[in-house]
């Protein structure tokens, strides 16, 4: 039987909107039009990819927004001819952009890259993200609440010994999003997850890797994963004891509020309030509507919980 909500909770939830901050990211440098594109372009790019600027290498038709990812890219979702791509790298050509704002999905290892593209002189308005992945998609009781896991381990790398934070959050959704941090720098390192003989290689950001599956997995269930660390001349291996919706406490906190914090700074629990998922989630909370987006909790009417 679905819970009945309040007119008024469910009208609230049209008062929220998750646009992009364009006027927090730098217009990208024009290296094509001689100043022409200079303050026109700009790029939310996704975790793990690279925006370099506007140029037309030698491999491109037209100038256009080069971009890189840490696999070989095998497809856009932009129309044919509205891009090029060589590698791990592409262009998406400038007049692939006629809107105000435009998203730009990308498959490159295995690992969909969703970003978007904001262009000055475009027509339409700026979108404007509503709560919930699909239009309508109100949260039933027995939404999944996310639950993040927490290990640290210590691997000799080439010689030297490597601490490894990691991390696995069961999103709201059902899908796993895998962490992994490693405490130095290591010569060619390709970090990749193995689920169930299933290997991904993890988009990373300096040292700092991070993947969401799209599959769904079921609560209580234990697939077998372990983090694949490779670097120039071998590879690390760490094994991953975990069920499907654990949580504990990251290595280190203590629970309860220590001196100086802020009461609920560090609630000792195995609940991650701030989920890694890009997506947008409607749960329920104590018979609450609270929205998860880009890490942060939201109320029904779009205030930040802390």
């Known amino acids: 039987m679905k819970k009945i909500f309040s007119l008024l909770t469910i009208l609230s939830l049209g008062l929220m909107s998750f646009a992009t901050d364009w006027s927090a990211i730098a217009w990208l440098a024009d290296g094509a039009g001689e100043g022409a594109y200079a303050n026109k372009y700009k790029v939310e790019a996704a975790f793990g990819q690279n925006v370099i600027n506007i140029q037309k290498p030698g491999f491109a038709a037209e100038a256009g927004i080069y971009t890189n990812f840490p696999a070989g890219i095998s497809s856009c979702d932009l129309p044919t001819g509205k891009y090029v791509i060589e590698g791990a790298g592409m262009v998406m050509y400038l007049s692939a952009f006629t809107a105000k704002e435009t998203k730009v999905s990308v498959e490159a290892g295995g690992v969909t890259y969703d970003c978007k593209v904001f262009y000055a002189d475009g027509t339409g308005e700026i979108s404007q993200d509503e709560p919930g992945d699909e239009p309508g998609d109100e949260p039933q009781p027995g939404d999944l609440t996310p639950a993040t896991f927490y290990g640290r381990e210590v691997k000799p790398v080439a010689g030297s010994d490597v601490t490894f934070n990691w991390s696995i959050t069961r999103n709201a959704d059902a899908t796993l999003t895998f962490e992994i941090s490693w405490s130095s720098e290591i010569a060619g390192v390709v970090p990749q997850v193995s689920i169930n003989d299933v290997y991904t290689t993890l988009p990373m950001q ?52 220590q001196p100086g914090e802020q009461p609920g700074d560090n609630p000792g629990q195995g609940i991650n309030n701030a989920s890694v998922s890009a997506k947008t989630h409607k749960v329920i909370e104590n018979g609450q509507i609270v929205i998860l987006k880009n890490g942060i909790r939201y109320n029904a009417l779009g205030v930040e919980i802390k």
């Not at 291996?237 to 949580?247: E, F, K, P, S």
């Open 206 to 257: 300096g040292m700092l890797a991070r993947f969401t599956t799209k599959e769904t997995y079921t609560d209580g269930s234990k697939p077998v994963i372990f983090f694949l660390i490779a670097y120039t001349g071998n590879a690390a291996r760490i094994d991953v004891d975990y069920t499907v919706g654990a949580g504990n406490t990251k290595p280190g906190d203590q629970p309860g509020d």
